[in-house]
T-cell receptor, first 113, second 113 residues
Framework: GENVEQHPSTLSVQEGDSAVIKCTYS??????FPWYKQELGKRPQLIID?????GEKKDQRIAVTLNKTAKHFSLHITETQPEDSAVYFC????????????FGGGTRVLVKP | DVKVTQSSRYLVKRTGEKVFLECVQD?????MFWYRQDPGLGLRLIYF???????EKGDIPEGYSVSREKKERFSLILESASTNQTSMYLC????????????FGNGTRLTVT
């Protein structure tokens, strides 16, 4: 089955700096890669996703890049703000019955004011 | 807006008890999932279902079973609760299209004493 590894497990950045989280996956058939943000005490929420036919996607201060050859994808947050402090999860899935998502272990991001 | 409702936010049970966690969705999604969330381990898939009465094991199904008698409802069952099943349990739903996002419920924090 799919295996997704996420690094780092914790990340502390100064407000205004950039944050980068990296994930690798094992199943070359995976073709959908979402990122979720989970604030303390809340449910995970989708913040951005990318499909395998696209190399990069941006949404304001957030961007995701995908390297299918190397089987890794990354989340980039620019101009970080205190409200970006949360746990971030990457995930991967392929087209199959159930369309299950396999998640990485999560990255706890702390943005220091 | 997708609504995924988990019946309990907090639950305390004794070792050996049979425990039912209920999840109801209102968006007619084909796929439903139960994840377990533990610090440092991310979100691990217990079971999922892609249709009524259909179920598939996830990555950590031992000690759990599920039931999906109606499309909108997916139940997670702990036949005999143990202390190592103390965790946060998250239900999620997803439409049949493979590149669609996962929608989570608020979670049930289960403590087994």
């Amino acid at each position: 089955g799919e295996n997704v590894e996420q690094h780092p497990s914790t990340l502390s950045v100064q407000e205004g700096d950039s944050a980068v989280i990296k994930c690798t996956y094992s199943d070359s058939a995976s073709n959908y890669f979402p990122w979720y943000k989970q604030e303390l005490g809340k449910r995970p929420q989708l913040i951005i996703d990318i499909r395998s036919n696209v190399g990069e996607k941006k949404d304001q201060r957030i961007a995701v890049t995908l390297n299918k050859t190397a089987k890794h994808f990354s989340l980039h947050i620019t101009e970080t703000q205190p409200e970006d402090s949360a746990v971030y999860f990457c995930a991967a899935s392929r087209k199959a019955a159930g369309n299950k998502l396999t998640f990485g272990g999560g990255t706890r991001v702390l943005v220091k004011p | 807006d997708v609504k995924v409702t988990q019946s309990s936010r907090y639950l305390v049970k004794r070792t050996g008890e049979k425990v039912f966690l209920e999840c109801v969705q209102d968006m007619d999604h084909e796929n439903m999932f139960w994840y377990r969330q533990d610090p440092g381990l991310g979100l691990r898939l217990i079971y999922f279902s892609y249709d009524v009465k259909m179920k598939e094991k996830g990555d950590i199904p031992e000690g759990y079973s599920v039931s999906r008698e109606k499309k909108e409802r997916f139940s997670l069952i702990l036949e005999s609760a143990s202390t190592n099943q103390t965790s946060m349990y998250l239900c999620a739903t997803r439409p049949s299209s493979y590149n669609s996002p996962l929608h989570f419920g608020n979670g049930t924090r289960l403590t087994v004493t």
